[in-house]
């Protein structure tokens, strides 16, 4: 236990008030707005909220300390995604059509007949679900068609334009779902490899500011990205620096070369 240093865990209400609670953490003013940020963004624990549960002068031991979880954090960025109106739309269409084939065994049976695929459900609780319905959207598009024709289920098919769209989302979410998948492996995973991520997504976001539907959601997600994950390329001695990442990038020899002054 005595060599226990960093804790990671996602950025829910619970879970921050249960570590605070075993550690009795001391957080910088910096790491608390940043943490509260978060809970905002992580919302309700049951009827009760993180800020009605801890006294105002909550400390916790300098021995310890919080790390959010990546993935969650991560994904908590993707907010800015599911908050546009004309994904919104797109989506909702796309739960209309695989509720019918979900309650339809005539639907799906032909589908599979067809391509040898049902269509992914939509879940609450699932990382990135929506790419991978796009996905497979996208993967059965011909034979969807197909079985929605001879069915004389049209309206739940997708115009051109519809269609267009669903390619263009996944291949802008495409890396966010690389790279959950990633990092929630068992074994072999690293936080080295965070930094990189961090600026492949990064560099990935920067290449849609010029498509249309696309161009203010990506700068949306990219300065939600610098501020969340902002505290791990701050100025070296500063109180909201968390080093943890740059440190293991640096001596992970996979990556140190990227670290290196230009």
């Known amino acids: 236990h005595g060599k226990i240093w960093k804790h990671v865990?996602?950025?829910?209400?619970?879970?921050?008030?249960?570590?605070?609670?075993?550690f009795d953490d001391d957080l910088s003013e910096e790491e608390a707005e940043?943490?509260?940020?978060?809970?905002?963004?992580?919302?309700?624990?049951?009827?009760?909220?993180?800020?009605?549960?801890?006294?105002?002068?909550?400390?916790?031991?300098?021995?310890?300390s919080r790390l959010s979880c990546f993935i969650h954090t991560l994904l908590l960025c993707l907010k800015k995604f599911d908050a546009r109106k004309i994904f919104q739309n797109l989506l909702t269409k796309a739960k209309d059509l695989v509720a019918k084939f979900s309650s339809s065994q005539v639907l799906t049976g032909e589908l599979v007949k067809l391509c040898g695929l049902k269509l992914v459900k939509f879940?609450?609780?699932?990382?990135?679900?929506?790419?991978?319905?796009?996905?497979?959207?996208i993967l059965v598009r011909e034979s969807l068609t197909k079985v929605l024709?001879?069915?004389?289920?049209?309206?739940?098919?997708?115009?051109?334009?519809?269609?267009?769209?669903m390619l263009q989302m996944r291949d802008f979410l495409a890396p966010f779902n690389?790279?959950?998948?990633?990092?929630?492996?068992?074994g072999g995973r690293s936080i080295s490899e965070v930094v990189m991520m961090i600026k492949q997504l990064k560099e990935h976001l920067s290449k849609f500011f010029g498509i249309r539907n696309f161009g203010i959601v990506s700068k949306?997600?990219?300065?939600?990205?610098?501020?969340?994950?902002?505290?791990?390329?701050?100025?070296?001695?500063?109180?909201?620096f968390e080093g943890a990442y740059l440190a293991s990038t640096a001596l992970d020899p996979r990556f140190r070369i990227a670290l290196t002054p230009a």
Request: net charge negative; with cysteine.
């Open 178 to 186: 690389r790279y959950t998948d990633m990092s929630s492996t068992e």
């Open 220 to 240: 949306e997600i990219l300065r939600d990205l610098e501020c969340r994950f902002g505290h791990f390329f701050a100025e070296a001695g500063t109180k909201s």
């Open 34 to 64: 940043a943490e509260q940020a978060e809970e905002d963004d992580a919302g309700m624990f049951g009827d009760i909220h993180l800020c009605e549960i801890l006294e105002p002068d909550t400390r916790v031991n300098q021995r310890y």
């Open 149 to 165: 024709t001879a069915c004389a289920k049209t309206k739940y098919d997708f115009t051109n334009n519809e269609w267009n769209l």
């Open 123 to 137: 879940s609450n609780t699932r990382w990135n679900v929506v790419y991978l319905v796009v996905q497979r959207l």
């Open 9 to 22: 865990t996602d950025s829910g209400s619970n879970m921050v008030c249960a570590f605070r609670n075993a």
